[in-house]
C-alpha cells in the first residue's frame, strides 16, 4: 500500500525509514503518474517486507520537488537508508520499476 508523504512528514516516512522507500513525486492533473498508480501499488504489496511505496504531491510540497531536483513528473527516486540511490522518471513499465527495486535490494 502506497503512504502519501508531505514535507512534514517526509524526514520520518523517507529519510528515517529502514527499507529501501520509492517516493513518486505526481500531481493529479498529471495522466502518465495516474497510469503508474496501480503499477506502483502492485510493487508495494511484492515487496511489501523489503519496500516502502511515498507518494508526493508536487502541487502541495514544492519544496520538496525543488529540494530533489523534480523537473518532471512522474519522478520516482529510490532512498536507502536515507540516501537517494536511484532514479526512474516518467510512465515506466512495471518491468522496470520491479528492476530498479530488486537491483537495490
Known amino acids: 500500500m502506497t503512504k502519501i508523504t508531505t514535507k ?3 524526514s ?10 520509492l517516493v513518486d513525486f505526481w500531481a493529479e492533473w498529471c495522466g502518465p503518474c495516474k ?8 510493487l508495494a504489496e511484492k515487496y511489501s517486507e523489503n519496500l516502502s511505496v511515498c507518494k508526493v ?14 523537473r518532471s ?10 540516501e537517494q540511490v536511484d532514479t526512474l522518471i516518467g510512465a515506466v513499465s512495471f518491468e522496470e520499476l520491479e528492476d530498479l527495486i530488486t537491483r537495490n535490494l
Do not use: H
Not at 12 to 21: G, H, Q, Y
Not at 35 to 42: D, H
Not at 73 to 82: A, E, R
Open 8 to 10: 512534514e512528514t517526509f
Open 12 to 21: 520520518t516516512d523517507v529519510l528515517s525509514e529502514t527499507k529501501l522507500v
Open 35 to 42: 497510469q503508474i498508480a496501480p503499477r506502483l501499488e502492485e
Open 57 to 70: 504531491d508536487v502541487d502541495s510540497n514544492r519544496e520538496l520537488a525543488l529540494e530533489y531536483n523534480v
Open 73 to 82: 513528473i512522474p519522478s520516482l527516486i529510490l532512498f536507502n537508508g536515507g
